[in-house]
């Protein structure tokens, strides 16, 4: 019964969030998730020791009340997310599209495209990637993404039905995943996939923020196995309404050295290239739960 109570909420918020007015959604998401944020022990610890990381080197000097700012941001800029997102499929492509003020590095992804051996794409819990994914849908060039299965499958499904009414295709985290990617790859599609945390705990090793953290091999790996443009790119909210999005060059991904130690390098150029797009807006990395052993 709790299972199906759960679902039903998720639903019901989802369709008062496409019906209220624009903005009203945002402020309301935002009250409700700074509250939270403030009640929460858990998930304010969490936020804190990550933005505390982002913000401060390691071994430097706190400014708590900087911090404090930051994560109380923090936490309202993931009440903007959940309501933007629930928002768009209520929304035109014409009008996704026309909400993007600036969109820095869209030839990358166009040339990969034309290469013709897909386009991988980097992406840490940044502003909202659906609202890019979405863009890229209006863009023509499309995306398949990988996503957490949740409990229940019937919220999992609801939300990849979301998802798909706004043209990102999504595939669960399982054991067929990697063979949808390749697929995907091989037709010359673009594959987007959240890279920030490492879900299943068997990631690379690498520096991350000064301290050394796990992320998931996927796509280095691939790219190393398929020869596709591998880029890092996020999707941030605003100014006001609108959105940007910011796509690097391309990570180098080519084979130097045995499979492991290339996966290791090249996952390691990805964390540089995250560590970059989540220092151009901090409050706007949602990863709740910590992230560094510090």
């Given at each position: 019964m709790a299972k199906k109570a759960r679902v039903a909420l998720f639903k019901s918020v989802g369709a008062l969030m496409e019906l209220l007015p624009e903005r009203i959604d945002v402020?309301?998401?935002?009250?409700?998730?700074?509250?939270?944020?403030?009640?929460?022990?858990?998930?304010?610890?969490?936020?804190?020791?990550?933005?505390?990381?982002?913000?401060?080197?390691?071994?430097?000097?706190?400014?708590?009340?900087?911090?404090?700012?930051?994560?109380?941001?923090?936490?309202?800029?993931?009440?903007?997310?959940?309501?933007?997102?629930?928002?768009?499929?209520?929304?035109?492509?014409?009008?996704?599209?026309?909400?993007?003020?600036?969109?820095?590095?869209?030839?990358?992804?166009?040339?990969?495209?034309?290469?013709?051996?897909?386009?991988?794409?980097?992406?840490?819990?940044?502003?909202?990637?659906?609202?890019?994914?979405?863009?890229?849908?209006?863009?023509?060039?499309?995306?398949?993404?990988?996503?957490?299965?949740?409990?229940?499958?019937?919220?999992?499904?609801?939300?990849?039905?979301?998802?798909?009414?706004?043209?990102?295709?999504?595939?669960?985290?399982?054991?067929?995943?990697?063979?949808?990617?390749?697929?995907?790859?091989?037709e010359g599609g673009v594959v987007g996939l959240l890279c920030d945390r490492d879900l299943q705990g068997n990631g690379i090793e690498v520096e991350f923020f000064g301290e050394r953290v796990t992320m998931p091999a996927g796509p280095a790996t691939l790219a190393l196995r398929t020869g596709a443009t591998l880029v890092a790119a996020a999707c941030y909210s605003g100014p006001g309404r609108d959105h940007f999005a910011v796509v690097t060059t391309p990570v180098e991904a080519a084979r130097t050295a045995r499979l492991r130690e290339d996966v290791t390098r090249v996952t390691q150029l990805i964390a540089v290239e995250l560590e970059g797009l989540i220092r151009r807006a901090p409050e706007q990395w949602h990863v709740l739960q910590p992230r560094f052993a510090s």
């Open positions: 402020a309301v998401a935002s009250a409700i998730a700074g509250s939270v944020g403030r009640r929460s022990k858990g998930a304010r610890a969490g936020l804190t020791s990550n933005l505390e990381r982002v913000l401060f080197p390691p071994h430097s000097a706190t400014n708590n009340a900087l911090l404090e700012r930051f994560v109380a941001r923090g936490f309202r800029s993931y009440g903007q997310y959940w309501a933007e997102g629930a928002k768009l499929p209520a929304l035109a492509s014409k009008n996704v599209y026309e909400r993007f003020t600036i969109a820095e590095g869209l030839e990358h992804l166009r040339l990969g495209k034309e290469r013709g051996r897909g386009v991988i794409i980097a992406l840490p819990h940044i502003g909202s990637w659906e609202w890019g994914g979405s863009f890229l849908n209006s863009l023509g060039l499309g995306m398949t993404a990988v996503a957490e299965e949740l409990d229940p499958p019937e919220l999992f499904e609801w939300f990849k039905a979301k998802r798909e009414s706004i043209g990102i295709r999504i595939e669960p985290l399982n054991d067929h995943a990697g063979s949808v990617m390749l697929s995907t790859l091989r």
